[in-house]
């Protein structure tokens, strides 16, 4: 069933069209990502499709049941309530219920017969909404979200931006949406929260449509994808790998194309020129012919393939360092207590190391104390021979906001001639009068690209990057990755970009407050080895006849521990049966039901009691089986 549809969808910022013609509709289970370059339209698509901005032309239809929530990837005020009193919002009718419910019972020592059973028909209505459930919801995704119990109490006006962009993601997970309009979600969750994040939306019931640049993400979430290149909308079923390639396979189709195209109009033109040298009447009327075939072929043909703009760029090592680069023996760090302790870590020549861990743990921190930009509570870091250190700043605070982007550069490497800082500039997309602009006018991904450049410029052998992906698009960390995977030097970076840490890493590196550990060679084995592993097969071979009369003994021995265990859980759940009797009596018992606070406790621990009932079924169920197969 559709939840929404967009019908020949145009976007005009005066004189610039952001898209065109688009025409889409969503599905009730869709998981859609939007993605393309930065500034293409895909955040003004969302505000469009919730009535924050509007369509030059076209209309936007939603479904009468859709109830859409949106993401936005700077929200959240600065409140002075908790983050917990603030979450608890999205519950009010259900917080109002349960104040209601509390006077109420004060009540109802002298209330009526029909007094009583609005009550309890109150009672009823707020159990079916989630009444004795939504605290521990919240909970839940507040902790799954990366919060710890002691944040849950603090003022928002206190938390981080990151943390106010994930306490919004928490309301909006605990609406009532049905329809998620999420705009770079992943943006402040470190690899625990992203993670739990994709399998929530996954197993969330209704639609999905996410703009994001973490492929992995969308690669794991998203089963369309929707893509706004050139003014126009492309749409493919698949996750964004499977989109890449089909838009490549496109591409390639419709180059040839054009070219096929190209070269039949580059023969009837030279035809009717050659028609045209006979002046003659009959060449002439056969080249006005062709000429009116040729208009009709002009007006039908379609545009020149447009060229993605991206930028291509390599790190040059200017000195070649030593074997050992780079050696960290005991490193404890922190401010008012450690962060962690005993951190060693030791890196060779030419290893791309990807530093993994929590929000909060110390990556930054680490990365600024082998700079010597932070100072040690204990222990050494040596550098090896000949080694320079280029390091880039998730903060972007290597930047002057005062002066031009040309400035930039051309006073950090004067030795470069004003041409030669151009044609710099022109590589990462900085050209004509955008050269000129402040950097205090330019969005996260420029500056990126700025101070990616300068690394560039620098020519040091050893990279500490700190989030280098986080305000570049799709393209650019492709093309970062590129430079990265030919670059000769040595590589140690903090990032949270899955999809970037698979294709660069030699090795992983998780920091905790022990130290560091050893995270195995890429993300995805880092993600398997936190796995529980699966058990073995059982064995198939035949055992030899020395050992069947041992292995009968242990068959037997096993048989006998697993009915003495089946009748003592049949025991418990005879006990829990009888508990689970006395307290439906209970509850149903005219005085208890009066009595608000007693009746909320007998329901909890009847809660309780059920989970624990199901539970033992469960273990009765596989212990009637073992003893079972052990019977044959």
Same mark, same amino acid.
């Given at each position: 069933?559709s939840?929404?549809?967009?019908?020949?969808?145009?976007?005009?910022?005066?004189e610039?069209?952001?898209?065109?013609?688009?025409?889409f509709?969503?599905?009730?289970?869709?998981?859609i990502?939007?993605?393309?370059?930065?500034?293409?339209g895909?955040?003004?698509?969302?505000? =469009?499709?919730?009535?924050?901005?509007?369509?030059?032309?076209?209309?936007? =239809?939603w479904?009468k049941t859709?109830?859409?929530?949106?993401? $936005?990837?700077?929200?959240?005020?600065?409140?002075?309530?908790?983050?917990?009193?603030?979450?608890?919002?999205?519950?009010?009718?259900?917080?109002?219920q349960e104040?209601?419910?509390?006077?109420?019972?004060e009540?109802?020592?002298g209330a009526?017969e029909?007094? =009583?059973n609005?009550?309890n028909?109150?009672? $009823?209505?707020?159990e079916?909404?989630?009444g004795?459930?939504?605290?521990?919801?919240?909970?839940?995704?507040l902790?799954?979200l990366?919060?710890?119990?002691?944040a849950?109490d603090?003022?928002?006006?206190?938390?981080?931006?990151g943390?106010?962009?994930?306490?919004?993601?928490g309301?909006?997970?605990?609406?009532?949406?049905?329809?998620?309009?999420?705009?770079?979600?992943?943006?402040?969750l470190?690899?625990?929260?992203?993670?739990?994040l994709?399998?929530?939306?996954?197993?969330?019931?209704?639609?999905?449509?996410?703009?994001?640049?973490?492929?992995?993400?969308l690669?794991?979430?998203?089963?369309?994808?929707?893509?706004i290149?050139?003014?126009r909308l492309?749409?493919?079923?698949?996750?964004y790998t499977?989109?890449?390639?089909w838009r490549?396979k496109?591409?390639?189709?419709?180059?040839h194309?054009y070219q096929?195209?190209?070269r039949?109009?580059?023969?009837?033109?030279e035809?009717i020129?050659?028609?045209?040298?006979?002046?003659?009447?009959?060449?002439?009327?056969?080249?006005?012919?062709?000429?009116k075939?040729?208009?009709?072929l002009?007006q039908?043909?379609?545009?020149?393939?447009?060229?993605?703009q991206?930028?291509?760029?390599?790190?040059?090592?200017?000195l070649?360092?030593?074997?050992e680069?780079?050696?960290?023996?005991?490193?404890?760090?922190?401010?008012?207590?450690?962060?962690?302790?005993?951190?060693?870590?030791?890196?060779l020549?030419?290893?791309r190391?990807?530093?993994?861990?929590?929000?909060?743990?110390g990556k930054?921190?680490?990365?600024?104390?082998?700079?010597g930009?932070?100072?040690?509570l204990?222990?050494?870091?040596?550098s090896?021979?000949?080694?320079?250190i280029?390091?880039?700043d998730?903060?972007?605070?290597?930047?002057?906001?005062?002066?031009t982007?040309?400035?930039?550069i051309?006073?950090?490497?004067?030795?470069?001639?004003?041409?030669?800082?151009?044609?710099?500039?022109?590589?990462f997309l900085?050209?004509?009068?955008?050269?000129?602009?402040?950097?205090?006018?330019?969005?996260?991904?420029?500056?990126?690209?700025?101070l990616?450049?300068?690394?560039?410029?620098?020519?040091?052998?050893?990279?500490?990057?700190?989030?280098?992906?986080?305000?570049?698009?799709?393209?650019?960390?492709?093309?970062?990755e590129?430079?990265?995977?030919?670059?000769?030097?040595?590589l140690?970076?903090v990032?949270?970009?899955?999809?970037?840490?698979?294709?660069l890493?030699?090795?992983?590196?998780?920091?905790?407050?022990?130290g =560091?550990e050893?995270?195995?060679?890429?993300?995805d084995?880092?993600?398997?080895a936190?796995?529980?592993p699966?058990?073995?097969?059982?064995?198939?071979?035949?055992?030899k006849?020395?050992?069947?009369?041992?292995?009968?003994k242990?068959?037997a021995?096993?048989?006998?521990?697993a009915?003495?265990?089946l009748r003592?859980?049949?025991?418990?759940?005879?006990?829990?049966?009888?508990?689970?009797?006395?307290?439906?009596?209970?509850?149903?018992?005219?005085?208890?039901?009066?009595?608000?606070?007693?009746?909320?406790?007998?329901t909890?621990?009847?809660?309780?009691?059920?989970?624990?009932?199901e539970?033992?079924? $469960?273990?009765?169920a596989d212990?009637?089986?073992q003893?079972e197969?052990?019977?044959?």
């Open positions: 069933m939840v929404l549809a967009v019908h020949q969808g145009e976007k005009w910022f005066g610039r069209c952001l898209f065109r013609d688009v025409t509709e969503a599905q009730a289970r869709d998981r990502g939007l993605v393309g370059c930065n500034g293409c895909k955040t003004t698509l969302l505000r =469009i499709l919730t009535g924050q901005d509007s369509l030059t032309a076209g209309e936007v =239809i479904a859709a109830r859409p929530g949106y993401l $936005e990837q700077h929200t959240f005020g600065r409140s002075r309530r908790t983050l917990w009193e603030e979450t608890l919002q999205v519950f009010e009718p259900l917080v109002q104040q209601l419910l509390a006077r109420l019972s009540r109802l020592g009526t029909q007094e =009583i609005e009550y028909a109150l009672r $009823e209505r707020f079916a909404q989630g004795l459930y939504f605290r521990s919801r919240a909970r839940a995704a902790l799954g990366g919060f710890d119990t002691a849950l603090r003022p928002v006006s206190e938390l981080s931006g943390q106010r962009s994930r306490a919004a993601m309301r909006l997970l605990l609406s009532n949406a049905n329809v998620l309009l999420l705009d770079e979600p992943t943006n402040h470190d690899v625990d929260a992203a993670e739990w994709e399998e929530y939306l996954r197993d969330y019931n209704g639609a999905v449509i996410v703009v994001s640049h973490d492929r992995y993400f690669d794991r979430v998203t089963g369309r994808t929707w893509e290149a050139d003014g492309y749409m493919s079923d698949g996750n499977a989109h890449r390639q490549e496109e591409a390639a189709v419709q180059a194309h096929t195209e190209q039949q109009i580059a023969r009837m033109q035809s020129r050659i028609l045209k040298s006979f002046n003659r009447e009959k060449s002439i009327r056969a080249a006005e012919s062709k000429e075939a040729l208009d009709r002009m039908t043909a379609g545009p020149a393939p447009q060229k993605e991206a930028f291509a760029f390599q790190f040059p090592v200017r070649q360092s030593g074997r680069v780079l050696h960290a023996e005991q490193v404890s760090m922190g401010f008012d207590r450690p962060l962690f302790t005993g951190a060693q870590l030791h890196l020549r030419g290893e190391v990807f530093l993994l861990g929590r929000n909060g743990c930054t921190t680490l990365l600024r104390g082998l700079l930009k932070l100072p040690l204990h222990g050494t870091v040596r090896g021979a000949k080694v320079s280029g390091y880039y998730q903060t972007q605070q290597g930047l002057q906001e005062d002066k982007v040309f400035d930039q051309r006073d950090a490497y004067p030795r470069l001639s004003d041409a030669q800082v151009r044609g710099a500039l022109a590589a900085f050209k004509g009068d955008d050269v000129f602009v402040p950097v205090s006018q330019l969005s996260g991904g420029e500056k990126a690209r700025v990616l450049l300068k690394l560039m410029l620098a020519g040091d052998n050893l990279l500490l990057l700190d989030e280098p992906t986080n305000h570049l698009d799709i393209r650019s960390r492709e093309a970062l590129q430079a990265l995977l030919q670059y000769d030097g040595t140690l970076a990032s949270h970009d899955r999809y970037f840490i698979n294709r890493a030699t090795r992983v590196a998780v920091l905790t407050p022990d =560091i050893d995270g195995g060679e890429n993300y084995a880092y993600l398997a936190r796995r529980p699966e058990p073995e097969p059982p064995a198939t071979q035949e055992p006849k020395e050992n069947l009369y041992l292995l009968r242990q068959q021995a096993r048989a006998r521990q009915a003495g265990e003592r859980v049949e025991r418990q759940i005879a006990d829990a049966e009888q508990r689970q009797a006395e307290l439906t009596r209970l509850l149903e018992d005219p005085q208890t039901a009066s009595d608000y606070v007693r009746a909320s406790e007998l909890d621990q009847l809660s309780r009691l059920s989970a624990e009932l539970a033992l079924m $469960e273990q009765w212990l009637a089986a003893v197969e052990t019977q044959k």
